[in-house]
């Protein structure tokens, strides 16, 4: 497999993409709204922001006792679930009159379903594409996912203008439903991957077992810290420009489409180790030039530029999967999608107190600086276990 059209030829690619790509849109359309619900409400900056990004939290609790149901039930009754979940809880936030409390409590349990949620989906999709391919359809998964971000906040913004955060909420939900219905209708009936039943302790075990392996352990960190400490650089955008904040957050999500286009079509698979470490280093980098004065299009730029260096996670994920067995993939690419999550809203957190005590720009450079360190104290591990791949693969 070398094309996306290729992708598209395998009918529960298409439905699998299409699913993502309305749960991806209803996710950050409904995030905007909510967050805009609860500062209107609350007057509070900080419980707006815990409202959008403080379901990644709860991720943390998920990856560490609920892994285990991404392999052990059958992927597309739980695929559907999830969708049904996430669908009838925006529907539930949008309640008038919804407690505080309450609304947090849903807040917390949709981040607990999104740590399974990851695991089923990337899980599934290793099934349904042969090896050579996953790389390729993550790739397309990651553009999507841009993609769906610009939209999803665009008119979600517009909605929540022009009509109410409630309507936008609501709009979120049933798309959430119609990609449940999709899951449903146009996904085959498969077995779970792994035999036995979920529970905490058989996540505990797997995930023991992942991370005691030295080359899995590299793999996971090389993911999670730098990816995190530089979302937490963009968390700067707003108090650092907020008359091109929006330029700059598009900017970033072009530059990621573009790594991911690059990573997962245009580099050739035997070329594809060679370009870990630039990748990697390209991701925080330019971060640095932000403790100095920028011109708007300079500072686009480098985001731009920046961003393109999450194609490196694309040829990690590709690594971690070849080292991984079949049977635990799913909690493998979940622990992974969970603990990149938990680290950018660390991240996020990390640089708004940075920021209290430095400039904004000097806050991102700071945040870029360290990213920067933690990538380059990774690279000769990954580097030396990365000759461990055929080895362990033979293991599972």
């Given amino acids: 497999m070398r094309t996306y059209r290729e992708l598209f030829r395998v009918p529960e690619f298409a439905t699998l993409f299409t699913y993502s790509a309305l749960q991806v849109a209803a996710t950050t359309l409904g995030s905007l709204a909510l967050g805009t619900l609860v500062y209107d409400r609350t007057g509070s900056p900080l419980l707006s922001a815990l409202s959008m990004f403080g379901s990644s939290f709860a991720q943390v609790i998920g990856a560490t006792m609920l892994l285990s149901i991404a392999d052990r039930v059958p992927p597309r009754a739980a695929v559907t679930l999830i969708g049904v979940t996430f669908g009838l809880s925006n529907l539930a936030l949008a309640l008038p009159g919804m407690p505080l409390a309450a609304a947090f409590a849903i807040i ?32 397309l998964f990651n553009i999507s996912v841009g993609t769906m971000q610009i939209i999803g906040y665009a008119v979600g913004g517009l909605l929540v203008v022009l009509l109410s955060p409630r309507i936008a909420l609501v709009i979120g939900g049933l798309l959430c439903l119609t990609g449940a219905t999709v899951a449903r209708l146009g996904l085959t009936r498969r077995p779970p991957r792994a035999t036995g039943r979920p529970s905490v302790r058989a996540t505990w075990q797997v995930n023991r077992q992942l991370w005691a392996t030295p080359a899995r352990r590299t793999i996971f960190l090389a ?10 650089a963009e968390a700067l955008f707003v108090p650092y420009a907020r008359s091109h904040a929006a330029a700059l957050f598009i900017a970033a999500a072009l530059g990621m489409l573009v790594g991911d ?21 390209l991701l925080a980098a330019p971060y640095l030039l932000f403790a100095l004065p920028l011109d708007a299009p300079v500072a686009v730029i480098l985001v731009a530029v920046a961003s393109a260096g999450y194609g490196a996670g694309l040829l990690l ?3 971690l999967l070849a080292i991984t067995g079949p049977e635990i993939r799913g909690q493998a690419l979940g622990l992974q999608s969970s603990g990149t999550m938990a680290m950018q809203a660390v991240g996020a957190t990390l640089a708004g107190l940075v920021a209290q005590h430095l400039p904004a720009g000097a806050a991102i450079a700071a945040m870029g600086a360290a990213s920067l360190l933690v990538s380059m104290a990774l690279t000769r591990p990954l580097r030396d276990h990365s000759v461990q791949r055929g080895s362990l693969a033979e293991q599972h």
């Fill in 108 to 139: 917390f349990g949709t981040g607990l379903v999104a740590s399974v949620g990851a695991g089923v989906r990337w899980g599934l999709l290793g099934e349904i594409l042969p090896p050579e391919g996953y790389l390729l359809g993550r790739s």
């Fill in 261 to 281: 286009l690059t990573a997962g079509r245009l580099i050739p698979p035997r070329l594809r180790p060679r370009f870990v470490t630039p990748l990697r280093l």
């Fill in 317 to 319: 994920q590709e690594r």
């Fill in 223 to 232: 993911l999670w810290v730098p990816n995190g400490l530089v979302v937490g």
